[in-house]
């Protein structure tokens, strides 16, 4: 499908609205400059408007398949993903003295999106690799860094994470995969997986897996958990891929979309593996990966927003249907369709500078290692992960929409953006677990790494007020309002916390979807960019009176019915 990769609005949210310039003068990123930074942008956009974008479709119409225990990919999708791999965009974020780039985690953050829109199915291949890099960095012995890092950097092989199993989904402590020290420095692991994507493939020469089990007489429940790399085939005495592991891929699952990418059910025999970091550390380790995974997740659902936005809008720009008032004659004449494109525009802009924001904090605290950055980095992660993925399955439906009737038809491209993104919502934890986590884990602070951020918000809503007192006054308030509510939500049990999580975390995206689209109307208060942050602050803002009263309800009406009145 045709994309046109965003970079002008990645460049103006850079030197304007998330902040990156402070991450550009620290010395950890001091050659991340802006000439440096827009070239990989604009190179980066080469690759997926030119090589990514024209495997969207193929893949949705050829999934992958298990031939004979080996997974065929679709087609075009070797080269595409050679091409990601030469281009050294799978080790952006990764230490230099294993062949990573070493950039920003911003960087990273722009460019998978880009991917992601472009081609979700493919792009979760690297994405898998960049987690696992992240948690071998942090984790792993210096032996399996040296022999792993290297190539998964340079994109010879990938990586997976090996979480879930039948019995076991968001309760991950009650996984019974189980894992044998060997007396060699190695360990036998033995279990079955399910939901791994990209769990093997037929174009690089290795898989590493990151599998969790746990070792005999461990104690119950997560903390008895431990974390090993298990790669398909092991490392020969040169360091290359050797002789197959006793593991298999059992079967793919059929999906309702993402059909490019194979999705794994997979059995470990007794099969070789490595301990990283220590006995019981697994679910430390482990939500190295993830938290990395879910600011991308956020990513790929603000991509597949952008993509279906762009979809969108070409059919809006093109189909005749109705009498108009407007120009073109085409049903972008019509106000409701207008009303969508803006709505998807907007939002989709909001969630994009959320993500953004977010990752700054993350190079922040990464290069000052500031515990104030390192809190807010952890505040913003739920909140970029599921108003990222809220908004790429809102705008797809959208999209749908404008198509109206052809919306529905499979040969348009319009549901596969809906049908691609629908699970960015659900895996790497569940939105509904990140509101959790972010009423409960991420306020133990008491609340203080969310006050700095509504003071921050609400200072520059202040100095707005001469030139954009109509913009400006909404979004103090708004701020306001979710301070209030804080207050309230760090005084409940856990219990009420948990009922009003979900309508908690949307308004706290939707207070810094103001912030971030009043930054770009000053500095842009005539063009594009304020008519859109008006749009969004006087009829998406809003929405945050009515979601801080639902967050606001208690949990009496959640559980009211009993089970058995539930089916009555």
Not at 98 to 114: D, F, I, R, S
Not at 325 to 351: N, P, Q, S
Not at 372 to 380: E, I, Q, V
């Amino acid at each position: 499908m045709p994309y046109h990769a965003p970079v002008d609005d990645f460049a103006f949210l850079f030197e304007h609205v998330v902040g990156f310039g402070a991450v550009q003068a620290t010395e950890r990123f001091a050659e991340a400059g802006p000439d440096v930074t827009q070239a990989i942008l604009t190179e980066a956009a080469k690759l997926c408007d030119e090589v990514l974008a024209p495997l969207q479709r193929p893949g949705d119409l050829h999934p992958a398949r298990l031939e004979n225990g080996v997974v065929r990919t679709s087609p075009g999708f070797s080269e595409g993903y050679r091409a990601i791999a030469e281009g050294g965009w799978v080790g952006m974020a990764a230490d230099p003295e294993y062949g990573g780039m070493g950039l920003p985690m911003t960087v990273t953050t722009a460019v998978n999106e880009m991917m992601s829109a472009a081609c979700l199915s493919l792009q979760l291949a690297p994405l898998m690799t960049q987690g696992q890099i992240e948690a071998l960095e942090h984790h792993a012995s210096d032996e399996i860094k040296a022999l792993y890092l290297p190539k998964l950097i340079s994109g010879e092989w990938t990586g997976t994470m090996n979480l879930t199993e039948p019995q076991a989904g968001s309760d991950v402590g009650a996984l019974s995969s189980k894992a044998e020290d060997n007396g060699d420095g190695t360990y036998s692991i033995t279990g079955q997986k399910i939901y791994i994507s990209w769990g093997d493939n037929d174009f690089t020469e290795n898989v590493c897996h990151l599998v969790l089990a746990r070792l005999p007489g461990a104690p119950a429940g997560t903390k008895g958990i431990s974390l090993f790399l298990v790669p398909r085939n092991l490392p020969d005495e040169s360091g290359n891929a050797g002789v197959a592991n006793s593991l298999k891929v059992v079967s793919l699952e059929h999906k309702m979309g993402l059909h490019g990418s194979p999705t794994c059910v997979m059995q470990y025999d007794g099969a070789t593996g490595w301990l990283v970091g220590p006995e019981g550390g697994g679910m430390a380790a482990m939500f190295t990966m993830m938290n990395n995974a879910r600011l991308g997740v956020g990513g790929q659902g603000v991509g597949a927003a952008e993509g279906a936005y762009q979809h969108a809008l070409a059919y809006a720009l093109d189909r005749k249907q109705g009498r108009t008032e407007g120009e073109t004659g085409a049903i972008i004449d019509h106000a409701d369709v207008r009303r969508m494109l803006m709505t998807m525009r907007a939002d989709t802009y909001a969630a994009r500078g959320i993500a953004l924001t977010c990752a700054v904090a993350i190079d922040m605290s990464t290069a000052t290692e500031d515990d104030r950055w390192t809190s807010r980095a952890a505040l913003l992660t739920p909140i970029a992960k599921a108003f990222g993925t809220d908004i790429g399955n809102e705008v797809a439906a959208m999209g749908i929409q404008v198509h109206g009737g052809m919306g529905f038809v499979e040969e348009t491209g319009a549901a596969q953006y809906a049908r691609d993104v629908r699970v960015t919502t659900i895996y790497e934890g569940t939105n509904g677990i990140q509101a959790m986590d972010l009423v409960a884990r991420k306020m133990m602070d008491g609340g203080e790494a969310a006050y700095q951020l509504m003071d921050e918000i609400e200072a520059a809503a202040e100095a707005a007020r001469d030139v954009l007192p109509e913009l400006a006054e909404p979004v103090w308030q708004a701020s306001e309002s979710l301070r209030e509510t804080t207050e309230w939500m760090i005084s409940q049990n856990h219990r009420v916390r948990f009922a009003g999580a979900v309508p908690y975390l949307r308004a706290f995206a939707r207070v810094l979807g103001g912030h971030i689209h009043l930054a770009s109307a000053l500095q842009d208060p005539e063009g594009p960019r304020a008519k859109v942050a008006k749009f969004y602050i006087q009829r998406l803002l809003p929405d945050h009176n009515s979601l801080l009263a639902q967050a606001q309800a208690g949990d009496y009406d959640v559980y009211a019915l009993t089970p058995e009145e539930f089916a009555a």
